[in-house]
């Protein structure tokens, strides 16, 4: 006999489902979980969000399937937790896959509700965490998985550009679950416990031979020094979530906002007459243009994209008088900050993320030029490099770049120059913007008359000296305002910010046409 509908027993109905809904896989999958070191989906979502502010929304939803057993497998939330709440203040979407339900396998109902919440960050504007947990697509469902899966392809790429998207790798994933990660803005993989992976050991090993495990073929070290998938790396759950949280600062909500700008203690007029003993003059030696980046930029607190990939080129966000910015500089200590492949595709990435997001570009120049070899060459450096040279001519945002002791050959263009859309373009007293160095310059100049000489090496050093006071300078490029302005060392930081405060209304219509064709 059916119970009388009373408002108390649907309430304990509500109850009832809830609760199951909240122990996801049951106590003894979340203590198995727990011995792995790793957090729950609504744990990490709690760390995540203010107190008290996350809203779940289909936490009931469930899944329809009654193959291979499923029916007795359901589990009200699907194996993922979605909803919004606020970090920091700021509205927020964020998903958590369960792993403890089916794998956290991306079912018919499970990537409907992530399609769902997406589209609601899509609507209101507003930016997207995902902290993925899955092994891919639910087997269980045949095809019918593949719509969910889909769909957040779809979605993550109608996003891009209109709001930020922010992976949280909490765990492996295979196959096409790792694509949905890729297609985000920045992904945070977890030391020891999170694999991004296409084809799993065992299948490589049956068609290749080749025996790698899970952290030799896509652990946290492979994706964020050799291919660069991931942008940061953290030693637990907990580290993760808050550098999520602390990207997100640097960030404004979507494509429409300003960057959040926050109280700034840090006088805009200090000067630093460190940065003299930093940078050598002589070009020979080498210096970490870290040192260089946290003396100018607010209270020393910079926070690098991509540490271990690419080296030789350093990206990452900062504040400017309490302002957001983004920095791309070349760094001397590797490869002598010379652009090849790997870089060129870091930095253009970046460039078009600050763009699409109003956060200013601020270039920090010491480039000898593109590096040299055959397997540069044939690893597509022109294809490659082109994508910077494109991501700066197409970018809105403010552009200042800095030269600070050289920049040399087709290396200045694609640092951004005068010719390539950059709003202010500044320059050290011992800057040389050349197309060659000096020795180089004058060995192929004057070559001929060098060989002619009474004495060679004499007449070497002289025309050397010549072309060092005509040429290899700032003030030559000054004189034809290749330069607009020579500063101090010293006086970068205050110079950065004036320049800053100039170009706050900077506006560049966007051209008429659907978008261009970047050399990908």
Not at 50 to 60: A, I, N, Y
Not at 114 to 135: F, H, Q, T, W, Y
Not at 159 to 169: C, D, E, K, V, Y
Not at 252 to 281: F, G, H, T, W, Y
Request: glycine share 8%.
């Amino acid at each position: 006999m059916t119970q009388a509908k009373t408002h108390q027993n649907e309430l304990e109905r509500l109850s009832a489902l809830e609760s199951r809904a909240e122990i996801g896989g049951g106590p003894q999958a979340i203590t198995r979980h727990h011995q792995k070191g790793k957090l729950t989906a609504r744990e990490r979502l709690d760390l995540l969000f203010d107190p008290d502010s996350f809203v779940e929304v289909h936490k009931l939803a469930q899944s329809q399937s009654v193959d291979f057993g499923m029916q007795e497998k359901r589990v009200p939330g699907d194996g993922v937790v979605t909803g919004y709440g606020t970090i920091e203040g700021r509205l927020v979407f964020a998903y958590a896959q369960d792993v403890t339900v089916l794998g956290g396998s991306v079912g018919t109902i499970h990537g409907r509700k992530i399609c769902r919440l997406m589209d609601e960050a899509i609507k209101v504007k507003a930016p997207l965490v995902a902290l993925n947990d899955s092994g891919g697509g639910r087997l269980h469902e045949g095809f019918f998985a593949s719509k969910g899966v889909a769909g957040m392809f779809y979605r993550n790429t109608a996003a891009s550009g209109l709001i930020p998207q922010i992976t949280g790798m909490m765990g492996s994933s295979a196959g096409v679950a790792v694509y949905s990660p890729a297609l985000t803005d920045f992904i945070v993989m977890v030391k020891g416990q999170s694999h991004m992976v296409i084809t799993g050991p065992a299948i490589i090993k049956s068609v290749t031979g080749e025996d790698l495990g899970l952290e030799e073929l896509g652990g946290a070290k492979v994706h964020s020094e050799i291919t660069g998938q991931a942008h940061l790396v953290a030693d637990s759950d907990q580290e993760c979530i808050d550098i999520i949280k602390r990207l997100l600062g640097y960030l404004p909500s979507n494509n429409d906002e300003q960057p959040p700008v926050v109280a700034n203690s840090d006088d805009p007029d200090r000067v630093d007459d460190s940065l003299e003993k930093i940078v050598p003059a002589d070009f020979r030696k080498s210096y970490d243009m870290h040192q260089v980046i946290l003396r100018v930029v607010d209270n020393e607190d910079f926070f690098e994209i991509l540490p271990r990939f690419a080296p030789n080129i350093i990206i990452g966000f900062a504040r400017l008088d309490g302002s957001s910015i983004g920095i791309v500089a070349n760094q001397p200590r590797f490869k002598a900050g010379c652009l090849d492949v790997d870089s060129s595709d870091k930095a253009a990435r970046f460039i078009r993320f600050c763009d699409a997001f109003n956060i200013p570009l601020i270039n920090l120049v010491d480039v000898p030029g593109y590096f040299p070899g055959a397997t540069q060459e044939h690893a597509g450096i022109i294809r490659h490099g082109a994508k910077m040279l494109y991501a700066y001519a197409e970018a809105t945002v403010p552009k200042i770049t800095l030269a600070l002791r050289k920049e040399y050959g087709g290396a200045v263009m694609g640092m951004c120059c005068v010719g390539m859309g950059v709003d202010l373009m500044l320059a050290w007293p011992i800057a040389q913007l050349v197309v060659l160095d000096t020795t180089a310059a004058v060995n192929l100049i004057f070559r001929k008359d060098i060989a002619a000489a009474e004495n060679p090496e004499e007449f070497r050093q002289q025309k050397i000296e010549e072309y060092d006071y005509q040429y290899s300078n700032p003030y030559h490029a000054a004189s034809n305002m290749l330069v607009d302005s020579v500063i101090k060392p010293r006086e970068t930081r205050p110079q950065l910010i004036k320049a800053l405060r100039m170009l706050r209304n900077k506006h560049r219509p966007a051209p008429n046409k659907r978008h261009g064709n970047i050399p990908l």
